[in-house]
């Protein structure tokens, strides 16, 4: 999943997992417990994990280039359409 971001892309991730992982711990401290508390703390392991997993990719293999767009994997598109066309015309 990491080897198809780029390093921006890799940042914006890692900042949006710290902000979970402290949303989660904000919702798991003031609950303390019941559902809320249990929610929130997997949202903090949630967003720490994100945190590690993004972090450790960060400087990984050089990331995807911008020309990511322009290379497009239509097979599953293609398969779709052919499944219903096939399905619905019988």
């Known amino acids: 999943m990491q080897a198809s971001l780029?390093?921006?892309?890799?940042?914006?991730?890692?900042?949006?997992a710290v902000l979970l992982a402290l949303g989660g711990l904000t919702i798991a401290a003031a609950a303390r417990h019941g559902v809320m508390a249990?929610?929130?703390t997997m949202a903090l392991a949630l967003g720490l994990?994100?945190?590690?997993?993004?972090?450790?990719?960060?400087?990984?293999?050089?990331?995807?280039?911008l020309d990511r767009a322009s290379r497009s994997d239509?097979?599953?598109?293609?398969?779709g359409i052919w499944m219903t066309l096939t399905l619905t015309c019988h």
């Open 6 to 16: 780029t390093t921006v892309e890799r940042r914006i991730g890692i900042g949006l």
């Open 38 to 40: 249990v929610h929130g």
């Open 49 to 65: 994990g994100l945190v590690f997993r993004l972090g450790g990719a960060l400087y990984d293999v050089a990331p995807a280039g």
């Open 74 to 79: 239509d097979g599953p598109t293609r398969f």
